[in-house]
């Protein structure tokens, strides 16, 4: 059956229905969820999911329409298109403008989905056995869904026979590890492996054990400190036709600093990092703030006048604007000093602020700039600057400045 005038390449939703007699499946749903699409067939009382390639679409279509179901209808954008399959098996089309269309989701590009048949959700509680997303986890849903859309946007032009490798610095629980893992291996179908590292031995054999159980071949857990690492945790890192990636959500205060230095120093492709408690900048900030309070007390005393205030100052006054500061400043420097040693740099929020207020990520993709060397000296000179202003020294600037040269 010659369904090429209903299903062209841009469908984003079909629907087939009008089941035969004694057929389980009432009814059949294919719709798009990012690079791929989830296939849903409904009984009186369930729903089954699976994902499918795109290529799998038309295929599968003309398998069911005629065989088990009569009508059609698909939606493009611009088009609705509807097909019946007559009781002579003739097969009937139309086409109007799409005014009835469901809604896509948003935001463009989502991924992952309630209804969505990912065990490790489940068993991370973030899934009910149902499928649902569990009340208490929709945040962290949200915010580990939007991090592998991140990812995606940035890796979607690899060739299908790239191997992607991947290290999760801080893996925790690794409800991301997982999640990452499924993307590229099932819904993009790359050659996949992946290293968590976290230096609780509990946690690290609890995941280990769950990878076996998903049967995720490739995908391992090494308890190690992210600061006393001299290789990368994988073997085939950097391989010929291999595209590299370390990712960290929410690893504390300066374990995000040695997270850019190891991803540097190991020339990853790509770097994906929320950081949390920026606690280094904020005591910095206020031990210097305290010495200069303590200058221009002395001044005061000994000269009879009062030094005027340095412009930062205020930023130091009061606790809440000076966690901030500290925090921005942070990133902002961690963000050009990637940019120093070759990389292109985006700060981007994560989710909206109501799901979570760790909402930054850094993300940076090794590129080869021409006029990097005089790109990278504007950047330390304003990362200079900037930490002489708030009297602050980070931990990168130190790691970087001791083993990374500009390129």
């Not at 995000?256 to 949390?276: E, G, Q, S």
Request: hydrophobic share 40%; glycine share 6%; with cysteine.
């Amino acid at each position: 059956m010659n369904i090429d005038a209903v299903c062209p390449p841009g469908v984003h939703k079909i629907i087939l229905s009008g089941a035969h007699k004694n057929e389980i499946y009432l009814k059949t749903e294919i719709e798009r969820k990012g690079d791929a699409f989830t296939l849903t067939r409904f009984t009186a009382k369930q729903a089954f999911h699976e994902n499918i390639a795109p290529a799998a679409v038309k295929p599968r279509v003309a398998q069911l329409l005629g065989s088990v179901y009569s009508h059609y209808n698909a939606w493009d954008g611009k088009f609705q298109y509807a097909a019946r399959v007559t009781k002579k098996g003739k097969l009937l089309t139309n086409r109007t403008a799409d005014t009835t269309a469901p809604k896509t989701d948003k935001p463009k590009n989502r991924i992952f989905n309630e209804g969505d048949n990912i065990p490790a959700l489940v068993d991370a509680g973030i899934f009910t056995h149902e499928l649902k997303i569990a009340s208490a986890k929709r945040d962290k849903f949200i915010q580990i869904n939007r991090f592998v859309e991140l990812l995606a946007d940035e890796t979607h032009g690899l060739p299908p026979d790239t191997t992607v490798n991947i290290i999760d610095f801080g893996c925790g629980k690794s409800y991301l590890t997982f999640l990452v893992y499924h993307y590229f291996t099932h819904v993009r179908g790359l050659l996949t492996h992946i290293a968590g590292l976290d230096t609780e031995a509990k946690l690290v054999r609890q995941c280990s054990d769950l990878a076996k159980k998903y049967r995720y071949n490739h995908l391992q857990f090494v308890e190690g400190d992210i600061g006393k690492l001299d290789a990368p945790p994988l073997e085939n890192w950097g391989t010929a036709d291999s595209y590299n990636v370390v990712i960290s959500l929410h690893a504390c205060n300066t374990l995000t600093d040695h997270t850019l230095y190891n991803a540097v120093r190991w020339k990853a492709d790509l770097i994906c990092a929320v950081p949390c408690c920026q606690h280094e900048a904020r005591q910095q900030m206020r031990t210097a703030n305290q010495m200069k309070n303590q200058s221009d007390t002395e001044n005061d005393s000994h000269q009879g006048f009062h030094a005027p205030a340095d412009a930062m100052d205020l930023f130091s006054r009061y606790g809440i604007v000076q966690e901030r500061v500290a925090s921005l400043a942070t990133d902002a420097i961690r963000a050009a000093l990637l940019e120093a040693v070759g990389y292109r740099v985006g700060i981007i929020e994560l989710t909206d602020t109501e799901n979570t207020a760790k909402n930054l990520l850094i993300r940076a993709a090794k590129t080869t700039r021409r006029d990097n060397g005089k790109h990278a000296a504007t950047c330390l000179r304003e990362v200079a600057d900037l930490t002489a202003a708030l009297g602050i020294s980070p931990t990168l600037c130190k790691l970087l400045n001791e083993h990374v040269s500009p390129s």
